[in-house]
């Protein structure tokens, strides 16, 4: 997100000459964090299972980025018809300018996130952390704002404890390490590999409602519509097999990830047992409008983005199956 402002005036154009260009669809498409963080994973087992290409989308690769902006300059850069991105970079973008919509609610809640503290702390509970130090990734972040809604949970306010700006999750786990902080947002699949290290504090299941955390997006020209379409309803195939089968999907996702398998295994298991106000975490893309509402607030909340939202003014079903068109 950081330097969207950047290129994001600019988007509306390139996009148009996308829309326009002739020739192949496009075989890549681009997910934020892949092959790190929870959220792209059913897009591994939909590569591995082929189903993209049973759908009619001939996905050759997954470009992975580091975060929101950087990951719709690589959609544009490389003429991508899809993308999943935090829903702040995709306002960010169209308060810029960006022709894009988007098309599908790919992952519902942030239960993929844990509090942490070290075994022997003194903390137990959200209410000992008055005074205390809570890292958090960087300035502008959902995590930042998620360490808010954590501290509101337990009836405190942010000036009761000191954010820390770690820069990453594994930065942070170091800082909790060495007491540079004295409590650490450790997400899945972190969370799986060091939960026999770390006690837990808190759980975003426990203590936020359902937020949307990635989305899918695609130019609001409506370019390349088919393959749009075919992604999703691949994408929807592999959350569907992973509740079936999550060991299998494990492993798959393992080799992706380059994770240990029992590690994948069990972040898959977590996220697909989890349940926030009743609301899975993986979607099969169909748009739950509170949730991304709930999303335009916390970014609101730390500055991400100002001035009115219409959330509903960023949204196209047109891409989504029949049965799953209507908002929630």
């Not at 195939?237 to 992973?242: G, I, K, L, Q, Y």
């Not at 975490?281 to 999303?295: E, F, P, S, V």
Request: glycine fraction near 10%; proline fraction near 5%.
């Amino acid at each position: 997100m950081r330097g969207l402002d950047r290129w994001a005036g600019i988007a509306a154009i390139v996009l148009g000459t996308a829309a326009i260009a002739a020739g192949a669809s496009a075989e890549e498409i681009v997910v934020s964090n892949y092959g790190v963080a929870a959220n792209g994973m059913p897009f591994a087992v939909a590569m591995a299972k082929g189903f993209f290409k049973a759908e009619g989308a001939d996905v050759t690769g997954i470009i992975s980025s580091a975060g929101g902006g950087t990951t719709l300059r690589n959609m544009l850069a490389g003429n991508a018809p899809y993308a999943e991105v935090t829903p702040n970079a995709v306002i960010a973008a169209v308060q810029q300018g960006a022709g894009m919509k988007i098309v599908s609610d790919n992952v519902l809640t942030v239960a993929e996130f844990v509090w942490c503290v070290k075994p022997d702390s003194p903390i137990q509970t959200v209410k000992d952390l008055k005074g205390k130090k809570i890292g958090y990734t960087n300035p502008r972040s959902t995590s930042q704002g998620l360490a808010t809604l954590v501290l509101q949970a337990g009836g405190l306010k942010t000036e009761d404890a000191e954010l820390v700006k770690t820069g990453g999750f594994g930065e942070g786990i170091a800082a909790l390490d060495i007491a540079l902080v004295d409590v650490a947002p450790i997400p899945e699949p972190l969370w799986s590999k060091f939960q026999a290290k770390y006690r837990p504090i808190a759980k975003a299941t426990e203590m936020i409602p359902p937020i949307s955390n990635v989305v899918g997006v695609a130019a609001s020209e409506g370019a390349k519509g088919d393959f749009v379409r075919a992604v999703i309803r691949g994408r929807r195939r592999a959350v569907a097999f992973m509740e079936e089968k999550p060991d299998e999907a494990g492993d798959i996702i393992a080799k992706a990830y380059e994770l240990e398998p029992a590690v994948a295994r069990s972040a898959v298991h977590n996220l697909i047992a989890s349940r926030t106000g009743g609301i899975p975490y993986w979607g099969t893309g169909q748009i739950y409008l509170d949730g991304l509402k709930r999303a335009i607030e916390v970014q609101k909340m730390v500055g991400a983005i100002s001035g009115e939202v219409d959330a509903a003014s960023l949204v196209d079903t047109q891409y989504l199956p029949d049965d799953i068109k209507a908002l929630k």
